[in-house]
């Protein structure tokens, strides 16, 4: 049995050329919109799911990058005492970004591993899973 780091014997891995990759992108996308009802019901399953369990529930959603804005605030601003001008504007085009792309890639790579059962019974279209996780990433 052939492990993730090493290929199985008598098989060659090649990177792929450019145009390999293009047409592994638009098959990928292809595959997307075919099955873009499944995409969505992924996406509100997660939403009924996410934090229903939580007193804040959705409001964590807002809160989170307005507590994160403060405590860079006092942190720079206050302690270390910098006098950009519009810094709380600065901070938050920063914040919002960088907790969508982490959260997003986090989540992605969650989505294939906790759902393994699932890819392994049945013919599942993989690329769904991610895809999902990237429009309603979980925090």
Known sequence: MATLTEPAAGTHLTPPSARGL???TLDGFAELTG????VRYL??????????DTALGQLWW???????L????????VIYQRKTPDFLLFLFAAILPWKWF?????SAMNS???RQGLIRQIQFPKIVLPAASA???RS
Do not use: E
């Open 102 to 106: 982490s959260t997003t890639v986090n």
């Open 70 to 77: 403060l405590v860079y605030y006092f942190l720079f601003a």
């Open 112 to 114: 294939v591993a906790g």
């Open 135 to 137: 429009v309603f990433p």
């Open 62 to 68: 807002l809160l989170d990058p307005i507590l994160r």
């Open 35 to 38: 099955r873009w009802r499944l």
């Open 43 to 52: 996406v509100g399953a997660d939403l009924k799911r996410t934090h229903a």
């Open 22 to 24: 293009l047409l592994l």
